[in-house]
T-cell receptor
Framework: NAGVTQTPKFRVLKTGQSMTLLCAQD?????MYWYRQDPGMGLRLIHY???????AKGEVPDGYNVSRLKKQNFLLGLESAAPSQTSVYFC????????????????FGPGTRLTVL | RKEVEQDPGPFNVPEGATVAFNCTYS??????FFWYRQDCRKEPKLLMS???SGNEDGRFTAQLNRASQYISLLIRDSKLSDSATYLC???????????????FGQGTILTVHP
């Protein structure tokens, strides 16, 4: 099993450009999450999904959109990148409460390092 | 006030030392507690859950004090490979949903030197 994978690993954008980060998991997890990690701030939740076709806002959703068209994939979009979105982005997944697994344990992907100039 | 607060360190200790990290949380309704470990430029990974009765996993001991809203992690006989950032994580269930929201502390940096 690959676990949670993210593409790309690195990206440099200019202000105003758009991009999509892809997250994929092969553990049949119900829940998926997007976080950003900045120095001194810890991980902050951007958006999350509790199942295929559903998404919800986290703590810092502004400037981002997400989609969960397939259970195994969770996409994070930046429509018009800003320097404040320079960060490391982590995707994570976990079981849902109906799956019988410990849904509070989240499994993280390796991260995407994004720089916006 | 941050929901989860940790001393960011860094803690620099020699091999074989015992080191303790503390964490406080502000939401008294928090339900579950964890320590995650994050190596440099890597993703966080679950180290251990924290139970009210305290729990131990090899050289690692975690304690929870609900009355003081305080969590601790003790590492005995430190190894070079213990060098990492340790993240305190607290969960609470959002009203009306079954989603368990994880809130991360900013992390405590540990460096173990020879």
């Amino acid at each position: 099993n690959a676990g949670v994978t993210q593409t790309p690993k690195f990206r440099v954008l200019k202000t105003g450009q758009s991009m999509t980060l892809l997250c994929a998991q092969d553990m049949n997890h119900e829940y998926m999450y997007w976080y950003r990690q900045d120095p001194g701030m810890g991980l902050r939740l951007i958006h999350y999904s509790v199942g295929e076709g559903t998404t919800a806002k986290g703590e810092v959703p502004d400037g981002y959109n997400v989609s969960r068209l397939k259970k195994q994939n969770f996409l994070l979009g930046l429509e018009s990148a800003a320097p404040s979105q320079t960060s490391v982005y982590f995707c994570a997944s976990s079981y849902g409460p109906t799956s019988g697994g410990p849904y509070n344990e989240q499994f993280f992907g390796p991260g995407t390092r994004l720089t916006v100039l | 006030r941050k929901e989860v607060e940790q001393d960011p360190g860094p803690f620099n200790v020699p091999e074989g030392a015992t080191v303790a990290f503390n964490c406080t949380y502000s939401n008294s309704a928090s339900q579950s507690f964890f320590w995650y470990r994050q190596d440099c430029r890597k993703e966080p990974k679950l180290l251990m859950s924290v139970y009210s009765s305290g729990n131990e996993d090899g050289r690692f001991t975690a304690q929870l004090n609900r009355a003081s809203q305080y969590i601790s992690l003790l590492i005995r006989d430190s190894k070079l490979s213990d060098s990492a950032t340790y993240l305190c994580v607290v969960t609470s269930t959002r009203r009306g949903t079954s989603y368990g929201k994880l809130t991360f502390g900013q992390g405590t940096i540990l460096t173990v030197h020879p």
